[in-house]
C-alpha cells in the first residue's frame, strides 16, 4: 500500500491495464509512460494509475490524462514516452492518437477512424 502527497501533481495519467489492453502492450506502454517520467524528473508533476477496462477495448492500448480529459488510441510504449515528454516539450506530435478530448463539459470524439461505440443507456429518474 502507498500513500503519496499528491499536493503539486499538476497531470494524471490512467493507464489501461484491462485484458484487451494488456494483449496489445499495456504493460510495456505502462513501463515507457512510468520509465520517461522518472528519466524527466517530472515524478512530482505526474501521477500515473493502472486501471480496469475503460470501455474501449476496440481502441486498445487506452491511455487518459487529466486535467485535460484527453483518451488516447492505440498507444505504443514510443506514444508513451512521448506523452510523458509532452510536458516539458510540448506538440509531440499525438494528434493522430487523440480518441476523445473534453469539450463543452462532454466528451468529443475527435478519432474518426475509431468505432463510435454503443450509445450509453439513457437514465430514467434519480
Ligand atoms: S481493456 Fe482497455 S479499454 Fe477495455
Not at 6 to 23: P, Q
Not at 30 to 47: G, K, P, Q, V, Y
Amino acid at each position: 500500500m502507498t500513500t503519496w502527497n499528491l499536493s503539486g501533481v499538476n497531470s494524471h495519467i490512467l493507464i489501461c491495464n484491462g485484458s484487451s489492453c494488456m494483449r496489445k502492450g499495456g504493460e510495456e506502454v505502462t513501463e515507457a509512460i512510468r520509465r520517461e517520467i522518472a528519466e524527466l524528473n517530472l515524478d512530482s508533476r505526474i501521477h500515473t494509475t493502472r486501471t480496469r477496462c475503460n470501455g474501449r477495448c476496440k481502441d486498445a492500448c487506452i491511455v487518459i490524462e487529466y486535467p485535460e480529459g484527453t483518451w488516447y488510441k492505440e498507444m505504443t510504449p514510443e506514444l508513451g514516452r512521448r506523452l510523458a515528454r509532452n510536458h516539458i516539450e510540448s506538440d509531440q506530435g499525438l494528434h493522430d492518437s487523440v480518441l476523445y478530448s473534453y469539450e463543452d463539459s462532454q466528451y468529443v470524439q475527435i478519432s474518426s477512424e475509431s468505432e463510435k461505440g454503443k450509445d450509453k443507456p439513457i437514465k430514467v429518474g434519480g
